[in-house]
């Protein structure tokens, strides 16, 4: 496989259940990223990770929790969710200068029940 | 630090008419620009990118964009539009003071009408 593959592509989950997101990339980058994208507002970055290191956590909230165990890899834990949270979640990775931009995986879909 | 403004949260046009949309930064050093494309429950695919070279950048689909430094602008242009084309573009900008996060704007959803 190539470029970002994000999994699942769609998630239905109950406000108690506890589930995670998968992003893989297979480009060589060392900086990774998470955004949450809700309907008809702009893009939001959660967190972002250089060499599986977090450097940026944008105040969000703590039933959100990611894990990069490497720089081709990167989770995001849910647990106890609410309804505002359900979006579409994209992963992205880049080269540290990010000179080449971002490439994004298709997204999961997360809609909370 | 860089920003991004989005001239026009959404644009409408009749296939074959022109395209444009609108794009401003502010940057403090040179900037590298991008515009994306997002298709529906789609990831953003990236449309072009400047990165110093060229003022005036061909991209995929037909598009391209013209960097001016005086107007600090980016705009995206695409001369006869398909209703392929409908989809949501965002403008960003490098913020190479941060280590080249992307600083993204607003978005601008494209409708195309037969």
């Known amino acids: 496989e190539t470029g970002v593959t994000q999994t699942p592509r769609h998630l239905v989950m109950g406000m108690t259940n506890k589930k995670s997101l998968k992003c893989e990339q297979h480009?060589?980058?060392?900086?990774m990223y998470w955004y949450k994208q809700s309907a008809k507002k702009p893009l939001e970055l959660m967190f972002v990770y250089n060499f599986k290191e977090q450097t940026e956590n944008n105040s969000v909230p703590s039933r959100f929790s990611p894990e990069c165990p490497n720089s081709s890899h990167l989770f995001l834990h849910l647990h106890t969710l609410q309804p505002e949270d359900s979006a579409l979640y994209l992963c992205?990775?880049?080269?540290?200068?990010?000179?080449?931009?971002?490439?994004f995986g298709s997204g999961t879909r997360l809609t909370v029940v | 630090a860089q920003s991004v403004t989005q001239l026009g949260s959404h644009v409408s046009v009749s296939e074959g008419a022109l395209v444009l949309l609108r794009c401003n930064y502010s940057s403090s050093v040179p900037p590298y620009l991008f515009w994306y494309v997002q298709y529906p429950n789609q990831g953003l695919q990236l449309l072009l990118k400047y990165t110093s070279a060229a003022t005036l950048v061909k991209g995929i689909n037909g598009f391209e964009a013209e960097f001016k430094k005086s107007e600090t602008s980016f705009h995206l242009t695409k001369p006869s539009a398909h209703m392929r084309d409908a989809a949501e573009y965002f403008c960003?900008?490098?913020?190479?003071?941060?280590?080249?996060?992307?600083?993204f704007g607003q978005g601008t959803e494209l409708s195309v009408k037969p």
């Open positions: 480009l060589g980058h060392n900086a």
């Open positions: 992205a990775s880049s080269q540290l200068d990010a000179g080449d931009g971002y490439t």
């Open positions: 960003a900008v490098s913020d190479r003071n941060q280590g080249g996060k992307l600083i």
